[in-house]
């Protein structure tokens, strides 16, 4: 019988121990992953008098730009309005004029009652007279000229009024939502559409306090997606205050561990990314 030759095993076992070594020595360390979540500031655009929405011209998904309009307001009451003070406005400079006019005839009145009144041909009682209904007319086109700008600010009011019965995007962006539907009445403040802008998101990602002193604002972290896809994202913001505790001392012999949130800004050109994706965030040290 002959024995069995054991040096190619021993060769084998050798080289997976040494393949084995080689790996543990050359691979890249491991590195901490942070699970966080693709958010953006919602823009929310609502009415800023009480009325009901007569009609929507956005839909949930569209693109607007600043100053379009979104939604109207049934506006009877406010055009009612500034058609009144408008005509207010008009009937109290038609006063003014008058009054303008009339004053006019009193300067000349009181003109001729101070030249007859210095040449002794008219009494004193004449000229005070003349001189009491000039000074008159003086205070009444005074008044009415007050008149005439309470008037026009009450047209301007009721003109800014009927300017809010129109709701328009402050910003470019995409309608996210619509909160309101044509019909419903709403009040100051109520949301009627909300907007997001694409161009503006970014991850949000909660960083245990242990490491959060090595990471700072304009740091470049690797940022990877559900699909596989990798990019970067550009650290610009990093919370002052901690969050909520990732590992809490059940046995109150130490300390919960906190975390703190940081932002990560990321190319969206390809418009890939989308408010509550998921995103795998690589920091650069080990677990």
Known sequence: MKPRRKFPWIVLILAVVAAGTFYAV??????????????????????????????????????????????????DTERADAAFYEATVRQAEASVAAARADLENDRLAFERATNLFAAHSESAQGYDAARTVYEAGQARLASLKQEVRAAAAQEDKAQVLLGY??????????????????????????????????????????????????????????????????????????????????????????????????????NNRDRSLAVGMTAYVTLPFPP
Do not use: H
């Not at 929507?56 to 109207?72: E, K, P, Y």
């Open 26 to 75: 050359t691979r890249p360390p491991p590195r901490l992953v942070l699970t966080g979540v693709v958010t953006t500031d919602e823009v929310i655009v609502g009415s800023q008098i009480q009325g009901r929405v007569q009609r929507l011209m956005a839909q949930v998904g569209d693109t607007v730009t600043n100053g379009q309009l979104l939604a109207l307001l049934q506006s």
């Open 165 to 266: 019965t129109k709701i328009v995007s402050p910003t470019n962006g995409i309608v996210d939502t619509r909160v309101t539907l044509a019909g419903e009445e709403v009040v100051p403040g109520q949301a009627i559409v909300t907007l997001i802008n694409p161009n503006d998101l970014w991850v949000r990602a909660d960083v245990p306090e242990t490491y959060i002193d090595k990471l700072r604002p304009g740091e470049t972290l690797r940022i990877a997606l559900p699909s596989g896809a990798v990019r970067e994202g550009t650290i610009f913001y990093r919370g002052v205050d901690a969050g909520y505790a990732t590992q809490r001392d059940v046995s109150r012999t130490k300390r919960d561990i906190k975390t703190f949130e940081i932002r990560l800004r990321c």
